[in-house]
């Protein structure tokens, strides 16, 4: 049609004869219109930066439309959605598919958060665009007060597990109720500082409850890993996480090493 009106007229025409309640037209580099009864037309642009092959093109239209559907979006949000996928698929010689990623990526830019210390919001984005690539995410959490060659051994092990490795740390006042008033030793920011700086840990997000189930309810590892004598079913956090498909490992300390231990060592010589 010469003009977004007469396509908007002749839409509407057929429409009412087939007795729709709504018409998608997809108008190739001019990208897609949705006519729907007593509402104005909806013209979406072509999100394509550059059109290689067109075979393909329909069918995914179809694909996320119905899939949009079926969640529950409205016909507007599906179209969009089904606008974006076609115009990634355009971009790709033959016939090709759109990965779960590829459109994650389109519709939030890519977030891969720079690794190191993260709060929770970001994190969960992070953890969810690593999953999308295949990537295993292995999560674990502790006080880390004085970190020792216990803790780089246990997480160097944890890391072994997956890919990625998330490290929960408690805050000051949360290790305070936990290890008394004289704890921790170093503050929050110091902590999550040093751990940043090991190589088998690529995120550090800091939560003030008692326990992270409520922070691991959120962030779904694919693994969740505790250290100790702890039974998996008691680990906190680790039904979500069972629930969700993953798992719960217990992995060993290494013997003799502890911060409370080292602590001891030092009051002691000091005295």
Not at 101 to 129: C, M, N, Q, S, W
Not at 145 to 157: F, M, P, S
């Amino acid at each position: 049609c010469a003009t977004d009106a007469i396509l908007a007229e002749r839409g509407e025409a057929l429409r009412a004869e087939l007795e729709l309640e709504a018409l998608l037209i997809t108008r190739s580099e001019k990208g897609m219109t949705l006519i729907r009864e007593g509402q104005a037309p909806l013209h979406l642009p072509t999100r394509a930066q550059e059109v290689f092959d067109v075979t393909g093109a329909g069918d995914t239209v179809i694909g996320l439309m119905g899939l949009a559907l079926a969640a529950n979006h409205a016909l507007p949000e599906a179209m969009m959605l089904a606008n974006l996928g076609a115009g990634l698929v355009v971009a790709k010689p033959g016939t090709a598919t759109l990965s779960i990623a590829e459109l994650y990526t389109a519709l939030h830019g890519d977030k891969l958060a720079e690794f190191g210390v993260i709060e929770p919001a970001p994190l969960v984005d992070a953890v969810r665009a690593a999953q999308l690539r295949g990537e295993r995410v292995v999560m674990t959490n502790g006080c880390f007060d004085i970190l020792h060659a216990g803790h780089v051994a246990y997480l160097e092990q944890a890391k072994r597990l997956g890919d990625r490795l998330v490290v929960a740390v408690n805050d000051d006042a949360s290790i305070g109720r936990l290890k008394g008033p004289k704890r921790p030793i170093n503050p929050l920011n110091r902590r999550m500082q040093v751990l940043a700086g090991l190589g088998a840990v690529d995120w550090v997000v800091p939560f003030s409850d008692d326990t992270p189930a409520a922070l691991i309810e959120q962030v779904l590892p694919d693994i969740l890993v505790k250290g100790g004598d702890y039974r998996p079913e008691d680990i906190a956090g680790g039904c979500a996480v069972i629930a969700n498909g993953g798992e719960v490992k217990v992995l060993g300390f290494e013997d003799g090493v502890s911060t409370t231990a080292m602590i001891s060592s030092i009051l002691d010589r000091e005295s």
